[in-house]
């Protein structure tokens, strides 16, 4: 008895499997997929997927259509936005006046500067002097002029002298500033800490005086720690 069950289990099995995998073979009804689900989901998931992509929304529209149609229409309203906005935004640190810079309070700055070099002559000529101040004013010129921060503000650097012995170089500076300008800015831009550190930052970056040569006085360098910078009184333009 217990040997005789299994051998009519297993035939009834045999035909089971065989008309459930002609069953998925030729596509039959999704009601007769029952009998093993499992051997026919990734074709009918593609299937069904197909159909309901083909499925028509409206008129003769199709969703796949309708999803693409969606999908580039975000990309180009993105793409407006984001041209619009880029010109109507005004960034008011870059955008300003230069009709109320030029008509606004001045600020002049004095300051000193050593300048040293190696195997000094006793006494260096009038030309020496000249091109070492010719030089320190492109400099004082090109450090101010190109800096973000004071730039805008900046009008024009001289050097004054230059004494004989220690070679010390003393320059004034100005600026002219709107007079609607903050007092945060005034205080923290428009100091003296603030306006020596720009050329000391720069004289630590590069202490060589360049495109200079000097037969009298070799390697020329400025000296950043003999930085002195005092502010003079602003000035109103306008009386």
């Known amino acids: 008895m217990n040997g005789h069950v299994p051998q009519?289990?297993?035939?009834?099995?045999?035909?089971?499997?065989?008309?459930?995998?002609?069953?998925?073979?030729?596509?039959?009804?999704?009601?007769?997929?029952?009998?093993?689900?499992?051997t026919c989901t990734p074709s009918t998931k593609k299937t069904a997927t197909l159909k309901l992509c083909?499925?028509?929304?409206?008129?003769?529209?199709?969703?796949?259509?309708?999803?693409?149609?969606?999908?580039?229409l975000l990309i180009v309203v993105t793409i407006i936005a984001l041209t619009l906005h880029s010109a109507v935004y005004i960034d008011e640190d870059e955008y300003w006046d230069p009709e109320s810079i030029a008509n606004g309070n001045h600020h002049n700055f004095s300051g000193i500067l050593n300048i040293h070099c190696e195997n000094p002559e006793p006494l260096l000529s009038e030309s020496t002097y000249n091109l070492l101040s010719?030089?320190?004013?492109?400099?004082?010129?090109?450090?101010?002029?190109?800096?973000?921060?004071?730039?805008?503000?900046?009008i024009s650097?001289?050097?004054?002298?230059?004494?004989?012995?220690?070679?010390?170089?003393?320059?004034?500076?100005?600026?002219?500033?709107?007079q609607d300008e903050t007092e945060e800015f005034m205080k923290y831009r428009m100091s003296q800490t603030f306006v020596m550190n720009i050329l000391r930052q720069n004289i630590y970056d590069q202490e060589e005086m360049y495109d200079l040569e000097v037969p009298e006085c070799t390697n020329l360098r400025l000296d950043p720690t003999s930085l002195l910078l005092t502010q003079i009184q602003p000035v109103n333009t306008k009386g």
């Open 134 to 154: 010719e030089n320190l004013h492109k400099r004082l010129t090109d450090i101010y002029s190109d800096s973000p921060a004071l730039g805008r503000y900046f």
């Open 157 to 178: 650097a001289e050097v004054i002298s230059i004494s004989d012995g220690n070679n010390t170089a003393s320059y004034h500076l100005w600026f002219s500033v709107p």
């Open 8 to 38: 009519q289990e297993d035939a009834e099995q045999i035909p089971l499997q065989l008309v459930s995998v002609e069953r998925c073979t030729n596509d039959v009804p999704e009601s007769n997929e029952l009998l093993q689900p499992e």
């Open 54 to 72: 083909s499925k028509t929304v409206f008129w003769k529209c199709k969703l796949w259509m309708l999803i693409t149609s969606i999908f580039l």
